[in-house]
């Protein structure tokens, strides 16, 4: 089945640097890459999600890159603030007929002013 | 706008005790739904996932069952709770898989379950 690693499990960063955080995964014909970004005592929220036949998508700070023949994907945080913080987690779609997702298992993101 | 909803919010139970957690999807039908378990240490488990009423697919061998009465009603209930059924409880829900794939996972707020 499909396995997802994520690195790195914490990451601290100054205010306005740059965060990536990078995930692989093991089976080649998965074809959606979401990421989540999850606040204390909260649900995960969906921030940003790439498939297959992109390679990278932007969304203002936020951006995803994905190497199909690597298999590895990276979500990218530009000018990193406070409210940044929190767990964010990759996931890749198994291939199965109900479109379950493989998490990774999370990186606590701390911004420091 | 689809929202999801659940409750409660935070749960203390004793062992051996009846669980129902219950979870609800508004403005769209047929989704398909999902229970996850995060212990601490952040990881999902998937733990039951549904595309239809009154079907269950179960992902890992555990205590806990779930049940989809409801289209945009998913349930999971325990007849008696252990001590290692403790953790935070997510449902979510997506839009059936598509020609394209797999789609996204929305997530409701949770559960926090304490078993003492």
């Known amino acids: 089945g499909e396995n997802v690693e994520q690195h790195p499990s914490t990451l601290s960063v100054q205010e306005g640097d740059s965060a990536v955080i990078k995930c692989t995964y093991s089976d080649s014909a998965s074809n959606y890459f979401p990421w989540y970004k999850q606040e204390l005592g909260k649900g995960p929220q969906l921030i940003i999600d790439?498939?297959?036949?992109?390679g990278e998508k932007k969304d203002q700070r936020i951006a995803v890159t994905l190497n199909k023949t690597a298999k590895h994907f990276s979500l990218h945080i530009t000018e990193t603030q406070p409210e940044d913080s929190a767990v964010y987690f990759c996931?890749?779609?198994?291939?199965?007929?109900?479109?379950?997702?493989?998490f990774g298992a999370g990186t606590q993101v701390v911004v420091t002013p | 706008s689809q929202t999801i909803h659940q409750w409660p919010a935070t749960l203390v139970q004793p062992v051996g005790s009846p669980l129902s957690l219950e979870c609800t999807v508004e403005?769209?039908?047929?989704?398909?739904l999902y229970w996850y378990r995060q212990a601490a240490g952040r990881g999902l488990q998937l733990l039951f996932y549904s595309v239809g009423i009154g079907q269950i697919s179960s992902e890992v061998p555990q205590n806990l069952s779930a049940s989809r009465p409801q289209d945009r009603q998913f349930i999971l209930s325990s007849k008696k709770l252990l001590l290692s059924d403790s953790g935070f409880y997510l449902c979510a829900w997506s839009w059936d898989r598509g020609p394209g794939g797999a789609q996204p996972q929305h997530f409701g707020d949770g559960t926090r379950l304490s078993i003492l």
């Open positions: 996931a890749a779609s198994l291939t199965d007929s109900w479109g379950k997702l493989q």
């Open positions: 790439i498939r297959s036949n992109v």
């Open positions: 403005g769209t039908s047929n989704p398909n």
